[in-house]
């Protein structure tokens, strides 16, 4: 990669390594839509802010063919209702790191994973609980936060909402799952809170909403974080997409939430931090990464666009790093 390089490395070790686009000037390009639905395709499928990144600024996306004039006052951007798409590939790399913080600090015998669904409702009612889901969710993790606070807890979690498949099919009705990870255990090897707790604040919650009690039913347990969590929660995000697009064609967007993840702010203080970003440095990690990438890295992928006939342009490369890769570029820091 050229000296344009940036380097990108989250706390888990994942990063992506990508360039400013090549000065090949407006004109080269022709077909911006397809070229807007090869980006999709590689946000969709490698899950992360890499191609994001690259367009992020105004002349990038004219010189990656996304857009054919810089927006101006009178020819603004167009923007899609939130939502429509399920999560973002920003949320789903904040979710992963979220996990993999809780995980790396707390071990996973002291945290808990549990699931709020909404209960069966005349279809009036569980339209306002969707419509009111950001509100729900928001004041539901406020109380939920001062009850592990109150435990001698830490408050840190992150929550993912779902869109149930199986309730939009059998029942064409978008049933909402709130999923949340969460430090279960303190110096007692019992859970701080027990699933009855949670029933009680998510029954609160949906009752302030819409204005009159709702009976919430013993939902579950409350289930042990394994290190296939990511994977559970993954599991979710990756198939969000398309639930979200199935919604939509049976005419029920007025259904979906506008946001599916969220996190304690500590906790996404936290990714921030220990995110390294490096622009002098990256060409020389790059290439030591090329040179003996068995030590340096666990896999690679490379995000290539073609930006007209006779040119393919490697973009990005996502990749993780092994202990020896993340302590080396934590170290130039």
């Given amino acids: 990669m050229s000296s344009g390089s940036i380097l ?3 706390p888990s070790g994942v990063g992506v390594a990508y360039v400013s686009p090549p000065n090949l000037g407006i004109n080269s390009y022709t077909d911006s839509s397809s070229r807007d639905e090869q980006v999709e395709r590689a946000i969709e499928a490698h899950g992360i802010e890499a191609v994001e990144a690259l367009a992020a600024t105004e002349r990038g996306r004219v010189l990656m063919g996304l857009v054919n004039v810089l927006p101006t006052r009178d020819n603004p951007p167009k923007r899609s209702p939130q939502g429509l798409s399920g999560i973002t590939p920003k949320g789903r790399r904040f979710v992963k790191e979220g996990i993999f913080l809780l995980q790396r600090d707390y071990g996973n015998h002291n945290l808990g994973f549990y699931t709020c ?17 950001p509100v729900i969710t928001t004041r ?5 936060k001062r009850k592990l606070s109150g435990a001698d807890v830490s408050t840190e979690l992150v929550y993912v909402t779902e869109v149930q498949p199986g309730r939009l099919a059998q029942y064409n009705k978008v ?5 949340i990870v969460f430090v279960a255990r303190g110096t007692s090897p019992d859970w701080v809170l027990k699933p009855a707790d949670f029933d009680k604040l998510w029954g609160r919650a949906l009752s302030n909403a819409v204005g009159h009690k709702i009976a919430v039913p013993y939902a579950g347990t409350i289930q042990p974080v394994t290190r296939s969590v990511e ?3 993954g599991k979710y995000m990756s198939k969000g997409a398309d639930i979200c697009r199935e919604v939509t064609e049976r005419g029920l967007s007025d259904y979906l ?12 203080l936290r990714i921030k931090d220990e995110t390294v970003l490096l622009t002098d440095k990256a060409p020389a ?3 030591a990464m090329k040179l003996a990438p068995e030590l340096w890295t666990v896999w690679t992928k490379d995000i290539q666009l073609e930006l007209d006939t006779a040119f393919t342009w490697t973009c990005a490369t996502v990749f993780q790093l092994t202990q020896y890769g ?3 570029v934590r170290a130039l820091v």
């Fill in 326 to 328: 993340s302590k080396r």
């Fill in 231 to 233: 994977g559970e929660l």
């Fill in 140 to 144: 539901f993790i406020e109380m939920l």
């Fill in 117 to 133: 669904t909404i209960p069966e409702l005349a279809p009036q009612t569980h339209k306002r609980i969707c419509k009111a889901w």
């Fill in 175 to 179: 049933g909402l799952h709130l999923h």
């Fill in 285 to 287: 990690v790059i290439a």
């Fill in 8 to 10: 990108k490395v989250y």
């Fill in 257 to 268: 939430p506008p946001r599916y993840w969220g996190m304690s702010d500590s906790l996404k």
